[in-house]
């Protein structure tokens, strides 16, 4: 996703897209759907500071039960783009401080989109809080009926 520097105005802009989840890097089985990007951009001189805010509707495995799931996957974070004549040393996407040149039309945060809905996903992947997970004498789904086991 690309922001056109020359398109902002000083002082307060807001920019909405949606976006398609493998122009920014995301895995297309967990991301189906356009992504819901919203960007709080302020601009002053020599200097563009973003906050970016994502909402992504996933499916996801449950760790525990092993079904799918969906559910929407929020993220947000905070850039600030410097203008110099040449870019930081070891600067990398993904950075909280980044530079664009003097004539750089557009700058990228597809690695902040991205890294942001990735970010969100917890490592424990549950489809509810409290899921039964599966009996570990018949492997049925404690979700959807108590087994005969715990007769
Ligand atoms: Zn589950
Ligand atoms: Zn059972």
Same mark, same amino acid.
């Given at each position: 996703?690309?922001?056109?520097?020359?398109?902002?105005?000083?002082?307060?802009?807001?920019?909405?897209?949606? +976006?398609?989840?493998?122009?920014?890097?995301?895995? &297309?089985? &967990?991301?189906?759907?356009?992504?819901?990007v919203h960007v709080n951009?302020?601009?002053?001189?020599?200097?563009?500071?973003?906050e970016i805010v994502t909402i992504?509707?996933?499916?996801?495995?449950?760790?525990?039960?092993?079904?799918?799931?969906?559910?929407?996957?929020h993220g947000s974070c905070e850039?600030?783009?410097?203008?110099?004549?040449?870019?930081?040393?070891?600067?990398?996407?993904?950075?909280?401080?980044?530079?664009?040149?003097?004539?750089?039309?557009?700058?990228? +945060?597809?690695?902040e989109v991205?890294?942001t809905l990735?970010l969100s996903?917890?490592?424990?992947?549950?489809?509810?809080?409290?899921?039964?997970?599966?009996?570990?004498?018949?492997?049925?789904?404690?979700?959807?009926?108590?087994?005969?086991?715990?007769?």
């Open positions: 996703m690309k922001i056109r520097t020359t398109g902002l105005q000083l002082g307060h802009n807001e920019i909405d897209e949606f +976006v398609e989840p493998l122009t920014v890097g995301l895995d &297309t089985k &967990t991301f189906q759907s356009p992504i819901s951009a302020e601009k002053g001189t020599g200097k563009i500071a973003l992504g509707p996933g499916s996801f495995f449950c760790d525990r039960c092993g079904e799918d799931f969906k559910r929407e996957a850039i600030v783009f410097v203008q110099r004549d040449a870019p930081f040393p070891d600067e990398e996407p993904g950075d909280d401080l980044r530079s664009f040149g003097p004539f750089q039309e557009y700058i990228d +945060v597809s690695t991205r890294d990735h996903i917890p490592m424990k992947n549950l489809c509810t809080e409290d899921c039964q997970g599966l009996c570990p004498n018949c492997g049925g789904n404690l979700n959807k009926s108590a087994c005969r086991c715990s007769k």
